[in-house]
């Protein structure tokens, strides 16, 4: 699935009325299968996974964002309309809307941008890369207007070193080295990663799939 695009899976919507169980924990409500659709969305620095839950019989609407449930609305007789809600001072919408053939479109809004011009145009100005050492999930999102490093969603206060064309940042999470690496070129400022010595690719975000976005 497109970084860009939310995933709409209509078989996974609820054949018989499902009443949510306020007694159950809430990761014992977090069910992946019921979801319709799902956003992975950068802000301030962080990784935002957003979900929705939309039972078109039981009327029940529910939004998750990084596994924790933040809307719930069931037995609604209107099954189309839009639920707002705030990340990190930045105001969200999903909207649903009839689609032809009896089926719903899901929308995501982001200060007043749809989803794709949003992400876009946030594209030019961060760096990510995406690395796994022995089954961890290390996201590593460098700002270029403030020059802030985020590791995974916690800004690190490291201070770059200079050498030869450049600078070099070096921290450390879990026995693992990280080396952040700034370089003057024709073209600008070229940065790269090192993990435990080896050079990572970097991620972008216009390509990136909520497969590479492990759940938090």
């Not at 946030?122 to 996201?139: F, G, N, P, Q, S």
């Not at 450049?166 to 080295?177: A, H, I, L, R």
């Amino acid at each position: 699935m497109s970084f860009l695009s939310p995933t709409l899976k209509l078989e996974n919507l609820a054949k018989e009325p499902q009443l949510v169980q306020d007694h159950l924990p809430e990761e014992n409500r977090y069910a992946k299968g019921n979801f319709v659709a799902r956003w992975c969305v950068p802000i301030n620095g962080r990784m935002y996974r957003i979900e929705l839950d939309h039972g078109t019989t039981s009327g029940r609407r529910m939004v998750w964002i990084n596994g924790k449930e933040i809307i719930r609305r069931d037995w609604m007789f209107k099954l189309v309309g839009e639920d707002s809600f705030k990340i990190d001072k930045a105001r969200c919408i999903i909207r649903v809307d009839p689609a032809p053939g009896f089926k719903y479109q899901y929308s995501l809004y982001i200060d007043g941008q749809p989803y794709k011009q949003y992400t876009k145009e946030l594209a030019r100005t961060l760096r990510t890369w995406i690395t796994v050492v022995d089954e961890v999930e290390y996201r590593i999102v460098l700002e270029l207007d403030s020059l802030n490093i985020f590791l995974n969603d916690k800004l690190r206060d490291e201070m770059g070193e200079f050498v030869d064309g450049g600078t070099d940042t070096y921290f450390e999470e879990n026995g693992v080295k990280f080396q952040l690496c700034a370089r003057s070129s024709g073209n600008g400022i070229r940065h790269s990663l090192k993990v435990n010595g080896e050079v990572i690719p970097e991620v972008s975000l216009i390509n990136l799939d909520e497969k590479d976005l492990k759940p938090t």
